[in-house]
């Protein structure tokens, strides 16, 4: 959590949220109205079901917050936090001018970190768009004097260069009138009695419309923002799901709301936690579906560029959690927050440079992967691949480790250098035999099942 002055804004918001879900569970529980149902059958296309293996086997991929907020350097939540007045938080705009962007820059230091998709924020709670949109003149194009399409020139060199984009859309708005006033945001400047749902409901799906098919294949929509509105708020979620698989049948929908996924969604998320897990707050209650899962986290601390936060996580605590996520059968999508002038942030960069190197030498233990046999525990996790089971040792300090495992186990080698590894079985399981005591950021001990 990012320290401000005298309030932590991340505890804020994660407290902000949790009443927000709390106050819609108990709207929900007394209102149940047949406008609120959602559709009880979904049948996802041979592309869709293609599309989800892809991207469990994927496993690792890049997030970026990225818009005018940057130029605050506070974090994208900079104009609700500081209930900044729309009209003048709309001047940022003027002078956005991102001149060190580099698309094919982008994609390359992303790339050689071993993500394989990219998922960045097309318009996030703020309304600013970062594409170029015929709904709105408050966008890349038409408001700043940089006038290009960042989006465009990043979708082509994700092409070039066999990366999947991913797009990040808010279903909340901070500065349209027609929005319905929620629990965030009543601070902008937005007259009362001006809501409008339908006119707003009609320019996210088209704003939609404009990205699924402008942009060329996109591998997902990535919503957020459910939360800002009582559980009883009828989003008409079916209906823009199925505008979204009628336009790509392959892309997949995920909605980052905190709950148990609804019909229509095609990979579950978690905010800063793992699957099953609720450190941040954020998954109370949320179950943990068979669907794909992902797990979004922040390289530093912040979302949006924050020029005070310089507390990155260190590359071994950043490989050690994409290895726990993947023990968990996630995926795990990590965040940069981009600078005002179109640069990655370098220690980022470094990161992912690092991250990089680790995977050339591991990625065959994590991509393609599924959850192991061997259920995660503090020292570690498992992954699958095949009758290949890949034990991934993060923190133990013994020469020893006992395995729950009664499947048979034909051998027993150091994954990095094919060096035998010692082991006894019996009925219950597997006890293994290290040479020393693992030391490294993932000691993986890859074991042949019969």
């Known amino acids: 959590m990012f320290i401000f002055g005298k309030y932590n804004l991340n505890h804020k918001r994660i407290m902000m949220k949790n009443t927000l879900r709390k106050m819609a569970l108990g709207?929900?529980?007394?209102?149940?109205?047949?406008?609120?149902?959602?559709?009880?059958?979904y049948t996802p296309t041979t592309e869709n079901l293609q599309a989800r293996k892809e991207f469990q086997d994927n496993k690792f991929g890049i997030f970026l917050h990225w818009g005018v907020y940057s130029m605050t350097a506070r974090g994208e939540w900079y104009m609700n936090d500081h209930n900044v007045h729309r009209d003048e938080y709309a001047k940022l705009a003027s002078g956005f001018y991102p001149s060190k962007f580099n698309a094919a820059e982008w994609v390359s230091q992303i790339k050689a970190s071993g993500a394989k998709y990219i998922t960045i924020t097309s318009r996030h709670h703020d309304s600013f768009s970062m594409f170029d949109t015929k709904e709105s003149d408050y966008d890349i194009v038409d408001a700043t004097p940089f006038k290009r399409d960042v989006l465009k020139e990043l979708a082509e060199e994700c092409q070039k260069q066999g990366v999947k984009l991913h797009f990040y859309y808010s279903h909340l708005d901070w500065k349209r009138e027609d929005y319905p006033m929620g629990g965030t945001g009543k601070g902008t400047g937005r007259p009362k009695g001006k809501e409008n749902w339908q006119t707003?409901?009609?320019?996210?799906?088209?704003?939609?419309?404009?990205?699924?098919?402008?942009y060329?294949?996109?591998?997902?929509?990535?919503?957020?923002?459910?939360?800002?509105?009582?559980?009883?708020?009828d989003w008409q979620l079916e209906e823009q799901y199925a505008l979204i698989h009628r336009l790509q049948p392959a892309c997949l929908v995920g909605n980052n709301h905190h709950?148990?996924?609804?019909?229509g969604e095609d990979f579950q998320m978690f905010e800063r936690d793992l699957p099953g897990e609720n450190k941040s707050g954020y998954s109370d209650g949320q179950e943990v579906s068979a669907l794909p899962l992902e797990t979004c986290e922040t390289m530093n601390r912040t979302w949006g560029y924050n020029i005070e936060d310089q507390n990155y996580k260190s590359t071994k605590t950043l490989i050690q959690l994409l290895v726990r996520a993947a023990g968990k059968n996630a995926n795990l999508l990590m965040n940069i927050g981009p600078q005002p002038n179109g640069e990655l942030p370098a220690t980022a960069v470094q990161r992912m440079k690092e991250m990089g190197e680790w995977m050339a030498q591991y990625g065959e233990t994590i991509y393609g992967t599924r959850g192991g046999d061997v259920e995660p525990h503090t020292w570690g996790v498992s992954t699958r691949k095949g009758n290949r089971l890949f034990i991934h040792?993060?923190?133990?300090?013994?020469?020893?480790?006992?395995?729950p495992l009664k499947t048979k186990v034909k051998k027993a080698i150091?994954?990095?250098?094919?060096?035998?590894?010692?082991?006894?079985?019996d009925k219950e399981g597997v006890l293994l035999k290290f040479p020393e005591v693992p030391t490294e950021t993932d000691y993986v001990v890859e074991l042949l099942l019969k």
Not at 28 to 36: D, F, I, P, Y
């Open 216 to 233: 060329g294949p996109i591998g997902a929509i990535w919503f957020d923002g459910v939360w800002d509105q009582p559980e009883s708020f």
């Open 259 to 263: 709950r148990t996924p609804y019909v």
């Open 414 to 425: 150091r994954f990095v250098d094919g060096t035998s590894i010692a082991f006894s079985q």
């Open 27 to 41: 709207i929900s529980l007394a209102l149940v109205t047949s406008s609120t149902a959602f559709p009880q059958t």
């Open 393 to 403: 040792v993060l923190d133990w300090q013994d020469k020893a480790l006992y395995l």
């Open 200 to 214: 707003y409901y009609q320019f996210m799906n088209n704003q939609l419309t404009e990205l699924l098919t402008n």
